[in-house]
Nanobody, 113 residues
């Protein structure tokens, strides 16, 4: 059974940093991509980072490019999202997910101006 558990969210001021972690277990060998998405109240879900396990390619949308970095520690079965220079518009619940559609329970990130 696939399980994803996020942690590391919190409240920071604009310009601050947070590092989110996603502890993964039961990931099937068919998984080729893992990533992070966010959802704010009343807004559409937005993917913010993805990493492809084959060659390690990474994807970021323009809204976070240069500020967010996705990484993984295979020895710890953990996915990370380093978020720097946070902006109030980054406020959302952040989820990690697999290409198979499994996601965690989410962690709240709140950025104040």
């Amino acid at each position: 059974q696939v399980q994803l558990v996020e942690s590391g969210g919190g409240s920071v001021q604009a310009g601050g940093s947070l590092r989110l972690s996603c502890a993964a277990s039961g990931i099937p060998h068919s998984t080729y991509c893992m990533g992070w998405f966010r959802q704010a109240p009343g807004q559409e879900r937005e993917g913010v980072a993805a990493i492809y396990t084959g060659g390690g390619s990474r994807y970021y949308p323009d809204s976070v490019k240069g500020r967010f970095t996705i990484s993984e520690d295979n020895a710890k079965n953990t996915l990370y999202l380093q978020m720097n220079n946070l902006k109030p518009e980054d406020t959302a619940v952040y989820y990690c997910a697999t290409n198979g559609g499994v996601r965690g329970q989410g962690t709240q990130v709140t950025v104040s101006s």
